[in-house]
């Protein structure tokens, strides 16, 4: 059985520009959750799709939204990046939200 | 919010050596699971374990869920087992707010030294 699968895997931003980083869940989970990684700040929960709906979001601003397809494969979107967008944007799947989460290998973001 | 923490902050070791990392979490939880970071950054799964004991090879963990804390045994550390161990967990009373969402610790760094 195939792992979640992040693309892309490495990005390099000017501050401004947005981004759109992808995340494809375990075959038949259907929770996909985000999560943003940095030294500063540890590992924050970004938000939770679940049969296309969100159904938690953590706290961080508007330019940081998602959504979820019929497939289940997700997509995170950052607008007008700034600098301190710079991390490691991690996706989990699960097959309900409440069992064991499985990570993706993640997408390192530099804001220049 | 469920409040996370893990001790040790730092830990070195020689190869062949056993530790104990600690987890205490602030409230009851539907689930616990133990990571390790590799250096390329991804969260390898090592133990979903709410409550009870579990062993995989020379890891094992215990999850004390009446008093709120998990443990993560490594007998025999090798340099492989280096990197950072966090423990992440679901809050059982934040309702809807608790869904997809695991509250991690700040992590555990080993470093284990041939």
């Known amino acids: 059985k195939a792992g979640v699968t992040q693309t892309p895997r490495y990005l390099i931003k000017t501050r401004g520009q947005q981004v759109t980083l992808s995340c494809s869940p375990i075959?038949?989970?259907?929770?996909v959750s985000w999560y943003q990684q940095t030294p500063g700040q540890g590992l924050q929960f970004l938000f939770e799709y679940f049969s296309e709906t969100q159904r938690n979001k953590g706290n961080f601003p508007g330019r940081f939204s998602g959504r979820q397809f019929s497939n289940s494969r997700s997509e995170m979107n950052v607008s007008t990046l700034e600098l301190g967008d710079s991390a490691l944007y991690l996706c989990a799947s699960s097959l309900a939200g409440r069992s064991g989460a499985f990570f993706g290998q993640g997408t390192r973001l530099t804001v220049v | 919010g469920i409040q996370v923490e893990q001790s040790p902050p730092d830990l070195i070791l020689q190869e062949g050596a056993n530790s104990t990392l600690r987890c205490n979490f602030s409230?009851?939880?539907?689930?616990l699971q133990w990571f390790h970071q590799n250096p390329w950054g991804q969260l390898i799964n090592l133990f979903y374990?709410?409550?009870g004991t579990k062993q995989n090879g020379r890891l094992s963990a215990t999850t004390v869920a009446t008093e709120r804390y998990s443990l993560l045994y490594i007998s025999s550390s090798q340099t492989t087992d280096s990197g950072v161990y966090f423990c992440?967990?679901?809050?059982?009373?934040?309702?809807?707010?608790?869904?997809?969402?695991?509250?991690f610790g700040q992590g555990t760094i080993l470093t284990v030294h041939p």
């Open positions: 409230d009851s939880v539907n689930n």
């Open positions: 075959s038949g989970h259907r929770s």
């Open positions: 992440a967990v679901d809050g059982a009373n934040a309702g809807g707010t608790s869904y997809g969402k695991l509250t």
């Open positions: 374990i709410p409550s």
